[in-house]
Nanobody, 124 residues
Framework: QVQLVESGGGLVQAGGSLRLSCAAS????????MGWFRQALGKEREFVAA????????NHADSVKGRFTISRDNAKSTVYLQMNSLKPEDTALYYC?????????????????WGRGTQVTVSS
């Protein structure tokens, strides 16, 4: 199995920045990609960003393009989400995810492993 542990969430004012981290452990060899989803109160879980482990290719949701950047450190088995120009509508519980398939995917069912989530709250 794979374990994912997120960190870096918190409270920030609109326009501010946060960096989320997610460390993977366990059977890391099973992972070919990782990403982030988020879920706001009363809303469905939403894709944020994904990265392919082999070549670092990335995809970002339209709602965060130009503001958020996903990256990875293979040596540390860690993925990051740099979030800039944060808006109140970015407030959500952010989940780190990992998948066995190589190609970047965008729906929750495409991911095999989930962290517990880290809360991001953006005040106006």
């Amino acid at each position: 199995q794979v374990q994912l542990v997120e960190s870096g969430g918190g409270l920030v004012q609109a326009g501010g920045s946060l960096r989320l981290s997610c460390a993977a452990s366990g059977r890391i060899g099973m992972i070919n990609g990782m990403g982030w989803f988020r879920q706001a109160l009363g809303k469905e879980r939403e894709f944020v960003a994904a990265i392919r482990w082999s070549d670092g290719s990335t995809n970002h949701a339209d709602s965060v393009k130009g503001r958020f950047t996903i990256s990875r450190d293979n040596a540390k088995s860690t993925v990051y989400l740099q979030m800039n120009s944060l808006k109140p509508e970015d407030t959500a519980l952010y989940y780190c995810v990992a998948r066995r398939y190589s190609a970047n995917r965008y729906t929750p069912r495409d991911y095999d492993y989930w962290g517990r989530g880290t809360q991001v709250t953006v005040s106006s």
